[in-house]
């Protein structure tokens, strides 16, 4: 379950003041269609989304409340160097970390991208799910947004051929295969077909293990980073005040509660994807240029 946040006094000016980059209507536009939280299925959060303006801003995180921890009592002493101090008995985490350890990710991100790996995004919980399914759709990366499935890491070769069975299954349908099978027979691999793409359909074209992990919710998704860990796939996660950072290679200090926020965070990886695939698109076009020479 949860925890709801109790509302907290913005972070001390002098936070705010040191913005990366200023001016982006396309972060502030985030909070303000974020409906509180209680987007529907068919909510695309960054339908329109301007990702090419999307510059890292430290005013835009304190607008969408991403420095809002949990209360003190909460605190994960391991969190300490993310904190900047606390008001009104409310962990207040320090921005410029945030910041920092953003850039970090944003350039691992590209690097791997570039060299055409896949980033696994992961969200389970009841607010990230259509904030992470509309990225994933954004950047073309697979996604994991209901129930993590054990083993789709350690016991990838049987996930794959699911995932295999799924994609084929539903071939087959488009191509009209099935017609020769009796009305109740069609209905019947229809709603397998349906099932297993309730499931798997996120991961249903990962046919490699990702060269890493993007997740929303460290404490929610602890099975996803556990497999992970285990066959060393490096984790990227935004990191609230009452986790381990540890546990991940390279956590990112947010609120990872209020959608304003998770739509922000969500946003900057979401771009860092995006500017790796035309990292890569660029370094494919030079090859192709030295080719023809």
Same mark, same amino acid.
């Given at each position: ?16 003041? #040191? ?19 209680? @987007? ?26 991403? #420095?809002?921890? #949990? ?54 919980? /009841? ?100 497999? @992970? ?37 969500? @946003? ?8 790796? /695939? ?16």
């Amino acid at each position: 379950m949860v925890e709801e946040k109790k509302a907290a006094p913005a972070q001390p000016a002098r936070n705010a003041s #040191h913005s990366v980059a200023g001016g982006n209507q396309a972060v502030e536009a985030a909070a303000e269609s974020a409906n509180g939280g209680k @987007a529907s299925r068919s909510e695309d959060y960054f339908a329109g989304f301007d990702f090419k303006g999307l510059e890292i801003d430290m005013r835009a995180m304190l607008k969408n409340g991403v #420095h809002f921890g #949990h209360q003190k009592s909460r605190k994960n002493p391991k969190m300490s160097e993310y904190i900047f101090g606390t008001k009104n008995g409310i962990n207040i985490l320090n921005l410029e970390k945030t910041v920092e350890r953003l850039e970090e990710a944003k350039m691992f991100i590209e690097k791997i991208v570039s060299e055409g790996q896949d980033i696994l995004f992961v969200g389970t919980k /009841k607010q990230a799910k259509n904030i992470v399914l509309s990225a994933a759709a954004a950047c073309g990366m697979p996604y994991v947004v209901e129930r993590w499935l054990g083993g789709t890491f350690t016991n990838f070769k049987n996930i794959s051929g699911r995932t295999k069975y799924l994609r084929d299954g539903q071939e087959a349908m488009k191509r009209g295969e099935y017609a020769k099978y009796t009305k109740f027979e069609q209905m019947k691999m229809a709603e397998e077909l349906e099932r297993l793409e309730s499931r798997m359909g996120g991961i249903k074209n990962m046919t490699k293990l990702p060269g890493a992990i993007f997740v929303t919710g460290v404490q929610e998704d602890d099975l996803a980073i556990q497999e @992970a860990r285990k066959k060393n796939i490096p984790i990227i996660a935004l990191v609230d005040t009452n986790v381990d950072p540890t546990i991940v290679d390279y956590p990112i200090p947010a609120n990872e509660d209020a959608v304003s926020s998770l739509r922000l965070m969500v @946003a900057y990886v979401c771009k860092a994807v995006i500017d790796g /695939k035309d990292k890569k698109g660029t370094a494919m076009k030079v090859e192709a240029d030295k080719a023809k020479k």
